[in-house]
Every structure is written in C-alpha cells, then in structure tokens.
C-alpha cells in the first residue's frame, strides 16, 4: 500500500515546497519591503534622528554648562580663598594693633599706677618721719627726766637734769 501511495503521489506531480517561495510570494514581498523602507526612511525615522540629535545637543549643552561652573566654581572657590586669606590677615593685623594699644595703655597705667605708689610711699615716709620727730620731741623731755632719774638711781646722788640735757640729746640723736 505504501508503494501505491509514493506511486500516486508521483503521478499527481511534485509537492510545492514550502521552504522556497513562488514567484508572485516574492514580488509582493519586494513591494511591501519598499513601501516599509520608504515609510520608515522618510517619515518614521526622521523624527526619531531629529529627537536623537536634540537629546544629543541637550546633553552636550548640559556638559559645556556643567563645564563651564565647575571653571567658574574654581575661579569663584580661588576669590573666595583669597578675600578669606586677606580678612584673615587683616583679623590678624587689627588683633596685632589691639594688642600693641592694649599693651600702650597697660604700660602707661602701670606708670601710673608705679608714680602714684612712689609719691604714696614718699608722703607716708614722710609722715612716718614727721611723726617720729613729734613722738622723740614729744618724749625727750620725759626720756630726760627719766634717764636722770635713772642715772641719779644709779649713781646714788640727785642729778640736775638742765645740766645733762646735752648728754641726753646727743644720745638721742645718735640713734
């Protein structure tokens, strides 16, 4: 039976083969592929480049101005250095100046203070002096009569204290 069968199909002629086209397949198929080629060239694809091209315009807009602050962000970083080094000093300097003024007016106080000290010192040596002078002056006259109370003890005999004044008061004065 199968030999009938491979003998009927021989008779009837060859198969179409589905893997190679026929000719009216492929003519439509070369219409249809330039007619898809043609839309997508001249109306499909040039939106589609013109948005690529401006997406690729944007980002390098963005570079160049991205470039163009971090060149700027440098140049404004360097002023910012400098008008910071130059308060700096200039902080310095005023700091230096108050200092110096500070010291001025510390030395000039001190003077002060130092001259007013010395003239406190003379005038209490002063009185110190003065008041000595008023208590021996003030006590000779007993310290006499006393040293020649003492003396005339001493001695056994009355002294006369007009007379020995002078001896008094050159040992007063010697001390």
Same mark, same amino acid.
């Given at each position: 039976?199968? /030999? ?12 179409? &083969? ?5 000719? &009216?397949?492929?003519?439509?198929? !070369?219409?249809?592929?330039? !007619? ?8 499909? /694809? ?26 700027? /962000? ?6 910012? %250095? ?6 700096? &000093? ?9 200092? !110096?003024? #500070?010291?001025?007016?510390?030395? !000039? ?40 109370? #003492? ?19 050159? #040992? /007063?004065?010697? %001390?």
């Amino acid at each position: 039976m199968n /030999l009938m069968l491979v003998l009927a199909a021989e008779d009837a002629g060859d198969p179409p &083969n589905p893997v190679i086209p026929e000719i &009216n397949e492929i003519v439509w198929a !070369a219409i249809f592929f330039i !007619a898809l080629w043609t839309l997508m060239k001249y109306v499909l /694809l040039p939106p589609i480049t013109r948005a690529m091209e401006n997406r690729a315009n944007t980002i390098q807009g963005d570079r160049d101005a991205a470039d163009a602050a971090t060149a700027s /962000l440098g140049s404004t970083r360097r002023d910012y %250095e400098g008008s910071l080094a130059d308060a700096r &000093n200039e902080a310095n300097e005023i700091i230096a100046a108050a200092r !110096a003024s #500070a010291d001025e007016r510390r030395s !000039a106080l001190q003077a002060e203070a130092d001259a007013e000290i010395a003239e406190l010192r003379r005038s209490a040596q002063s009185e110190i002096d003065q008041a000595r002078a008023d208590a021996l002056s003030g006590m000779s006259g007993d310290v006499a009569t006393l040293a020649v109370s #003492a003396a005339g003890a001493v001695l056994g005999r009355s002294l006369d204290a007009g007379a020995q004044q002078s001896v008094i008061d050159q #040992a /007063l004065a010697a %001390e």
